[in-house]
């Protein structure tokens, strides 16, 4: 026997074990994952533990958010390693269903969130955040925890599925875990492994970017014309630009002009043949 | 003070009450309607009495199971009747939200349920189940009830909401009830409050065709037959036939030929103004 965290694959399982935590009065936390599992997942682990008598950690690679062309079939997988990761932090508990306990053969219901889903990702991935809403809807419904914690990285989804829950009635908590970065500024991704070497040493450029429009935004200045430097600069380094954007950062509504709300840059970039994504907030105005 | 059931309007009273129950190990039991109750919606009350020990009675006219030329704003109310009858049937809560406790204005989650719902009453009504699923979906989660029960009437709708309870992993046993008649066979319904004295009159004509199709499976003959034939009767009636037609009980596939599986027969028509439903199984073949 390895000392790894209790892994269960049936939702009757997890149940159980759930039940028998809420009888002892055990406040539960919730960390849905897609496994790979890097300093990014363990922060939200950690923050978990903070917050939560126990945690549960999912592992499942959802094929619902993936389009026919996308990675599904060479999405990382690295199990030994995911488990002594989550060992080494006290996770109490690893749900890694099967693709048939989540779908079923009839498997015939499908939630849909509009508005937030209207751009960023949404546009270019227009099956992505259905596929997660779906999937973590029924992640938060058999496990019923009273937190789930999801990675700002993911910044659009973070807020999808805080509206999901929100509108369908869910009893969860969604809280967000700030972005954990490489040395150089790359936010860290699971994808980060497709990288060549030479993508690797320019990949940090789509923070760099963010992050200057974000304090140019704070101090002064038009929001396009910080974008469209943006925009080149990255074209310049051999970045593929989906979106490069300035946004409120509770409803995600465009914004235009100056800043005057609390407001996220918002950036994504095909790197080679990796997908990038990264944002961070613009700093209030002294 | 009058001896109503307690009726509350907010999520988080209802929640409070639940707590409350669940303390003392109550089971619950909630029956959804959309008030304008009638004996059919008694019966589910009675049967929410007899398998639980407390049972909570929603009334909520759903805005979103509505196409615009529907009829929303005319759907029968009667609040005063609704309480009286609910009193007497030692209901122990009445959970009456208004729109904006369901909506708020930036609500943009929508559940929707494929495969069941691609014919009868889906055909023409494409609003519909999504409206219903969405709906039932929160109220699930806002009350989290041992067990819910809704009428075979809506026997569609019935295996609609199972089937989206089941693919969400919502813990929630979901129960039929059998259709109350009116003494001539009519399906009891909110709508027939619509008739006018002669469609009443001829309104029973819908359950003796789909009874009559039930019988003839029961015992012989083609399905097409049959069929054909009850339509003809229905439109000498002045029935205008939205479906007539045989199902598998289980999955709603459309059947042919000759009946060798549990079926049901499904009809919708309209009758004047007024759109009626009825269906009924098909006895085994001895």
Same sequence: chains 1, 2.
């Avoid at 989540?102 to 219901?109: A, C, G, I």
């Amino acid at each position: 026997m390895s000392g790894a965290p209790k892994t269960i694959v049936t939702v009757a399982e997890l149940r159980t074990i759930i039940a028998l935590w809420r009888g002892h009065g055990d406040k539960i936390a919730l960390v849905p994952t897609m496994g790979a599992l890097h300093e990014g997942h363990l922060s939200l682990v950690r923050l978990a533990k903070k917050n939560a008598d126990k945690v549960v950690v999912s592992i499942f690679v959802n094929p619902a958010q993936f389009a026919p062309h996308e990675d599904l079939a060479t999405y990382p997988r690295d199990e030994a390693g995911d488990m002594e990761k989550l060992q080494a932090l006290g996770t109490d508990l690893v749900f890694a269903p099967a693709g048939t306990e989540m779908y079923p053969p009839d498997f015939s219901t499908h939630i849909e969130v509009t508005e937030l889903t209207n751009g960023l990702c949404g546009r270019s991935r227009p099956h992505f955040f259905g596929g997660v809403a779906t999937v973590v809807a029924k992640l938060f419904l058999q496990c019923l925890p009273d937190m789930a914690i999801f990675g700002e990285k993911d910044y659009q989804q973070l807020l999808v599925i805080r509206r999901m829950a929100r509108d369908l009635d869910i009893p969860v908590n969604v809280l967000g875990g700030p972005i954990i970065r490489e040395r150089d500024g790359l936010a860290m991704s699971s994808r980060n492994a497709y990288l060549t070497k030479d993508e690797r040493a320019r990949a940090p450029l789509l923070f760099k970017t963010v992050t200057r429009i974000a304090k140019a935004l704070s101090q002064d200045g038009e929001i396009s014309e910080h974008i469209q430097s943006g925009r080149a600069a990255l074209a310049d380094a051999g970045f593929d630009v989906d979106y490069l954007e300035v946004r409120n950062a509770d409803d995600l509504t465009p914004l235009a002009g100056s800043v005057a709300e609390p407001a996220r840059v918002f950036a994504a970039a095909l790197l080679g043949k990796t997908r990038l994504i990264d944002n961070v907030a613009v700093p209030e105005k002294k």
